[in-house]
């Protein structure tokens, strides 16, 4: 699903004659995913603490870090340290995952 897909989703769920503009769903999405990376980026991973953001029956986004590891370049075989990282990963939560294997 692209972007002005999940708009027009949500617009026509919620929008309409007496609900949102589908400027104001289009604005409230990008302030949503303009928040989350905010708070991804500017939080730090510790031993102590993972920043994560749950949302409930859905799932939850946490930022990982991922140590300097060796790999292969697929065309040559040739060795390749592949350099440390910071990534958002997803697990799904339970309420969508049953919904996706009730099908």
């Known amino acids: 699903m692209t972007k002005q897909e999940l708009i027009e989703r949500v617009y026509k769920k919620r929008g309409g004659p007496q ?3 589908k400027k104001a769903v289009a604005d409230i999405i990008d302030g ?11 939080s730090k991973v510790t031993r102590n603490a993972t920043p994560r953001f749950t949302y409930p029956g859905f799932g939850t986004f946490s930022k990982k870090k991922r140590k300097a ?5 697929p065309q040559t075989g040739e060795t390749l340290l592949i350099p ?6 997803f697990t799904v939560g339970s309420d969508l ?5 009730s099908k």
């Open 69 to 73: 590891r060796n790999g292969r370049h």
């Open 19 to 21: 609900g949102l503009t």
């Open 32 to 42: 949503v995913f303009a928040e989350l990376g905010d708070y991804f980026v500017k």
């Open 84 to 89: 440390a990282s910071t990534t958002v990963s």
């Open 97 to 101: 995952k049953s919904l996706l294997n």
